[in-house]
């Protein structure tokens, strides 16, 4: 840890932050990812705390192909693909071999989608919890099963559309997998998402210096499985934290708490209306008016455990 | 210099895997296959053993693990039967496909439903197309000395394929034998330090399994069938060395009894060969020219192997112990068709299938099979290509 | 804990190495062009770490620099800049 940040600099004479100065190397143009996809945004993220000293430990999702096809793939840095259900068994067997090895310095990051993770990865996900193996877990949830094609997940929202919840929406609430690892008592669980980089920086950052299972349920907008126009990625991440739907906050150490960029939202009149963010995406084009006062009630609920857990 | 213990085919494992000293092992319990994992828990935590066990919350995560630890530079160790070794089938494949060294014990026990502990040899046998080495035991001796040389044949740069071992639930698994324990010093430095085609450890930006393309991805593969006829090489190579260094009488792929002056053969697998053996013990004394294959290594098939033997016989009988439904015994499958690339013109070969599910299966029921068979074949009858005799007492 | 890390001498496993352009001149995918108004630029970066294929740099002294090689026509960059000095430009080829 610690390696020396370059301090640049410029005419207002204020240091310059670390990134993006690290987030240039790691990630390669010229993916397969679709345009305004999240992953590769939040591989910069990542990169600029690990860059080469990580190994990615990739399932079946967007993100096995984002990196290209056979002899080469976009990332300057170590992927281990497996079987869908397998990324936290196989991290787990990797940071234990690492271990062995004496190689303290390079972090095992099981890297997977909310498919492969709240779904069909759920088991090895809270075997790997349970035995605390020495793994960062993120995964990045762009709401459904978006590389087969945008169906639904246990992590889709409710009323949202997907090509198997074509007319009805989803009717089943958001599966929360944050308080599923809190209830797992692990060493570290974050949210996190790919509208706030610095702030999942510095989650990142703090994983970096603990041993043990850490998980980061990142909220990553995807343009094509959300209906809305690729330049908007950003913008909807924001406005899921703005509108109070995707609260930023840490466990660690038997303690919750509410991340600065969510900070203010704890006063529902700061909040903006859940319709700005709704409206922007065209899965929500249909959504009843009883699911959307069903939504706003179980993000009140959300908030209520939050404020009991702080 | 090594040491004679009294042990179950399950601890004859246990004490090949702590004599080839694995980093990692990740395994979950099943019936007949249990013991082997808590031997090994105990050598650990006793000081035995030096190695790390991760106790995995599946099968499947068991070979995932192994998986991992093996990319990373480890030398892994699983044991698995029937349900669990079935649930782990995806990370089976994927596992011989990415070329990584490594090695598991298969505890025979019949596949479910219904619940079944008892041994045949179909799991063992439904991991056929996979891509292992696959190697089955007679008793708890070749058991610990086929896992041994399971190491070394995996971590071959000719070969870099998994090895599975098989051994039958509770007739070698749960049974006790005399069995003699290789010295600690003469391993390892047979066996070496642990050798792969490939590491990834952040040492260097390196990717496994990333999207292939079609030419590409039948390349690949076609390298696993090259690498499984070089194996064959390497098996026999690996196994002589190991009969001169601790004194065995091993002899490669198969294992002939009789064969030399035999005009009909029998060809099986595993424990009940032994009693097979016994039984053409006695029709020999009888006048039968018999003799009988027992295979040791099933894949690579050595089809080579037993065409030498059985080329200028008249019959051919092959003992399987599974069954592929809607087909025959696997065995008779592969030799049938391995067969026909040879000649135009084999010799009678038959099927029969018995023992399924773990019915006891005797030297007397081979002797009466067997006998059946070439009374037949000599009067010039057509016994059928294919039985299931159901061995009731 | 020694390895010996040798290539296997039959076939080749499925490795893959890093490389820029893995899905080729991803330029060709777009139908709009981000065109930066320097001038405006404050130099605040939002635009070089929210670029989602990595080809936006901000350099204090001469500004934004896109490889139009790999740009795919996203947006995001022009959606987040704070100043509005990215718009997007028809592209017609």
């Known amino acids: 840890m610690g390696d020396d940040q370059e301090v640049i600099y410029v005419s207002t004479g204020r240091p310059k932050p670390p990134i993006p100065y690290n987030m240039r190397d790691m990630v390669l143009p010229g993916d397969a990812a679709c345009p305004g996809c999240p992953i590769p945004m939040a591989w910069k993220v990542l990169s600029a705390v690990f860059g080469e000293k990580m190994i990615l430990v990739i399932p079946a999702c967007c993100s096995s192909v984002v990196v290209g096809t056979y002899p080469f793939h976009s990332l300057k840095t170590s992927i281990i693909h497996v079987p869908f259900a397998s990324a936290a068994a196989v991290a787990s067997g990797t940071a234990e071999a690492l271990e062995r090895r004496g190689i303290l310095d390079v972090q095992v990051v099981a890297w997977a989608g909310d498919g492969g993770t709240a779904d069909i990865g759920m088991a090895s996900l809270s075997g790997a919890a349970e035995r605390n193996n020495n793994i960062l877990y993120i995964m990045y949830d762009n709401e459904a099963y978006m590389n087969t094609g945008i169906q639904r997940s246990s992590s889709t929202p409710l009323g949202a559309w997907t090509t198997t919840t074509p007319i009805k929406g989803k009717i089943e609430p958001k599966k929360d997998v944050a308080k599923i690892m809190i209830a797992h008592g692990v060493s570290y669980v974050a949210t996190a998402s790919i509208g706030y980089p610095h702030d999942f920086y510095n989650k990142l950052q703090k994983a970096k210096g603990i041993r043990g299972f850490k998980f980061i349920h990142l909220h990553a907008p995807c343009p094509i499985g959300w209906r809305f126009d690729p330049r908007y990625t950003v913008r909807i991440a924001k406005l899921a934290v703005e509108t109070g739907l995707w609260i930023l906050y840490e466990y660690h150490d038997g303690k919750l708490t509410i991340s600065s960029p969510s900070r203010a939202y704890m006063d529902p009149s700061k909040r903006k209306p859940i319709e700005e963010y709704i409206k922007l995406q065209g899965r929500f084009r249909n959504i009843t008016e009883e699911l959307l006062s069903e939504i706003k009630r179980q993000m009140d609920a959300n908030w209520e455990w939050i404020k009991k857990h702080m | 210099m090594g040491m004679k213990k009294a042990l179950t085919g399950n601890y004859a494992v246990s004490y090949a895997v702590k004599l080839a000293r694995p980093d990692v092992i990740a395994a979950y319990p099943i019936t007949p296959q249990t013991s082997i994992v808590e031997k090994l828990s105990e050598m650990i935590e006793n000081g035995e053993l030096d190695s790390v066990m991760i106790r995995v919350e599946s099968e499947h995560s068991a070979l995932a693990a192994c998986f991992g630890a093996a990319v990373a530079g480890a030398r892994v160790f699983t044991a698995t039967s029937s349900q669990g070794l079935l649930y782990m089938h995806e990370v089976v494949h994927w596992a011989s496909r990415a070329r990584i060294p490594m090695v598991m014990a298969i505890v025979s026990r019949t596949i479910n439903a219904p619940w079944n502990i008892w041994p045949d040899h179909s799991d063992f046998m439904d991991q056929r197309d996979a891509g292992w080495v696959m190697s089955y035991a007679m008793d708890n001796q070749e058991a610990l000395d086929l896992v041994l040389q399971a190491f070394k044949i995996s971590e071959d740069p000719s070969v870099y394929l998994p090895v599975m071992v098989g051994l039958e639930g509770f007739i070698l698994g749960h049974t006790t034998m005399p069995v003699d324990i290789p010295d600690e010093s003469m391993v390892r430095e047979w066996l070496g330090p642990r050798r792969q085609g490939y590491i990834i450890d952040g040492s260097t930006p390196l990717a496994v399994g990333g999207l292939t393309m079609p030419e590409d991805t039948e390349y690949i593969f076609y390298g696993i069938q090259e690498a499984m006829n070089e194996a064959k090489k390497v098996i026999k190579e690996v196994t002589n060395e190991y009969n001169k260094l601790f004194g065995r009488k091993y002899s490669g792929l198969i294992e002939c009894f009789h064969c030399s002056d035999a005009k009909y053969i029998t060809i099986s697998i595993g424990a009940w060969s032994g009693d097979l053996m016994e039984a053409v013990e006695k029709l020999r004394s009888e006048g039968y020219p018999i003799g009988s294959i027992r295979i040791r290594y099933y894949r690579p098939f050595p089809m080579e192997d037993i065409w030498e033997v059985i080329r200028s016989s008249k019959g051919v009988l092959v003992y399987d112990r599974s069954i592929s439904f809607g087909s025959y015994g696997p065995i008779f499958t592969d030799l049938a068709g391995g067969l026909l690339t040879y000649t135009r013109n084999p010799p009678y070969v038959s099927n029969i299938v018995a023992g399924i599910a773990g019915v006891n299966v005797t030297a007397e029921d081979f002797y009466k099979l067997t006998k059946e068979f070439i009374d037949e074949v000599e009067k010039n009858g057509q016994p059928p290509g294919f039985k299931w005799v159901m061995i009731r007492r | ?93």
């Open chain 3, 1 to 93: 804990m020694s390895i010996r890390v040798t290539p296997p001498k039959t076939g080749q496993p499925p490795l893959t190495r890093p490389d820029i352009g893995v899905a080729g001149k991803t330029g060709f995918w777009r139908t709009t062009k981000p065109i930066v108004d320097q001038s405006k630029c404050t130099r605040c970066y939002q635009c070089e770490i929210f670029c989602p294929v990595n080809v936006i740099r901000v350099e204090p002294e001469t500004g934004v620099k896109i490889d139009y090689d790999y740009c795919k026509g996203c947006g995001v960059c022009a959606d987040v800049c704070p100043v509005n000095a990215i718009s997007m430009v028809e592209e017609v080829k």
